[in-house]
């Protein structure tokens, strides 16, 4: 599957409360995706993870023009709005709490874009299919609050899934789960991209799930984020509680840790579960 994703000098600056100035949120952020495989946005928290995350993914508060200077290019052009190609899952999973768990996966067929694009049996098909693959084929029928955080996170993805998009933008996704239904989740990612590979970029501030997820691993600056560091991991996925150990792990997670503190001495925060 042909993709690639392109950030070129973003700047991104946003209007102080006080009317004084402006907040620059964002320094000359160029990243460039050009195949499918699960990259890792790393960062304390308020550093602009989101801010690029949402940017790649089209999303542009109402007001506030964004970026404020360079290009976020998707296949070579300029994305200015919401892309066909690019589905976002986050942190709240704004499952409608009124539609069923089968109307909620469903629910991007009802829009007008793709009522043209996909039939209604196709679209039934790949509801049934996404179902299946996130283990709620029994729930289908129940509402959202019947079902559990985690379950909940699953919907929640399987209507992004569900579109077959060619990027995946996920932001904090599994950040406010318990440890062992984050563990699952992140499980049924890896299942999941395995059987639908796509461009994934998932923001974490989780130095752990950024080194068990990963094929690329970038960590940004506190506020102005900055790309601070940019690697590769090539053990293979699901990785072991024992790989998590091993001394090429540990050196990745230190490099990670020791680079934050240079760039952002004593600000923001990073996690490491244990």
Known sequence: MSVSLELKDIVQEYPRPDGKG??????KISLKFDQPGINMLLG???????TILRMMGGVRPIGVRTPTTGTVLIDGKACDGAHDDAAMVFQRYANRPDLTVWDNVYFPFRMKLWKKKVSKAEAEKRVKEVLAAVGLPD????????LSGGQNQRVALARALVLRPRILLMDEPFSALDAQIRQEMQQLLVKLHEMQPCLVVFVTHDVTEALTLGDRVITLSTQPARVADDFQITEPRPR??????????????????????????????VRVTV
């Open 22 to 27: 402006v907040t620059r949120v964002c320094d």
């Open 44 to 50: 304390p928290s308020g550093c602009g993870k989101s």
């Open 139 to 146: 729930k289908d029928d129940l509402l959202p609050a019947q």
């Open 240 to 269: 072991s509680g024992i790989w998590a150990r091993s001394t090429e792990a540990v050196k990745m997670e230190e490099r990670i840790l020791n680079l934050l503190h240079a760039a952002s001495p004593g600000m923001g925060q």
